[in-house]
């Protein structure tokens, strides 16, 4: 949860002293931007799957797109890939630890979005 002080330290901050404070935010804006990244740890949040499987469940992503999502989270972490010594190979795809502290982020976002679309459309 955030402090008041925390708050006021980036309200409040000199440009160079805003700048510290915002390159924590620049990083994690672009280790998760795009459209796919979060639907794809989304799509992980309950257990490891197949790449066919994660494919289903995220409507409109193609297969090139979900490799190359797929290659950033895990260069980034947040993804771990397993491949078992089978034939075919089976490849699955789970949500590292580091990874899970993104749920509240995740659930602010949505709650954020949630309140956004409200004002935006009233809906």
Not at 51 to 58: A, G, N, P, T, V
Not at 76 to 95: I, Q
């Amino acid at each position: 949860m955030e402090t008041q002080t925390e708050h006021s330290e980036v309200k409040d901050c000199k440009p160079q002293e805003c700048m510290g404070a915002l390159l924590p935010v620049r990083d994690a804006l672009e280790v998760l931007s795009g459209r796919w990244k979060l639907p794809i740890l989304i799509a992980l949040s309950d257990r490891p799957k197949r790449f066919k499987e994660i494919s289903k469940d995220i409507n409109g992503i193609t297969d090139k797109m979900l490799s190359k999502e797929l290659k950033d989270l895990e260069v980034n972490k947040l993804v771990t890939r397993k491949v078992y010594d089978t034939f075919p190979p089976t490849v699955e795809y789970s949500r590292t630890e580091h990874s899970q502290s993104l749920t509240n982020v995740i659930i602010a976002l949505r709650d954020w979005g949630t309140l956004h679309r409200k004002e935006i459309i009233g809906k």
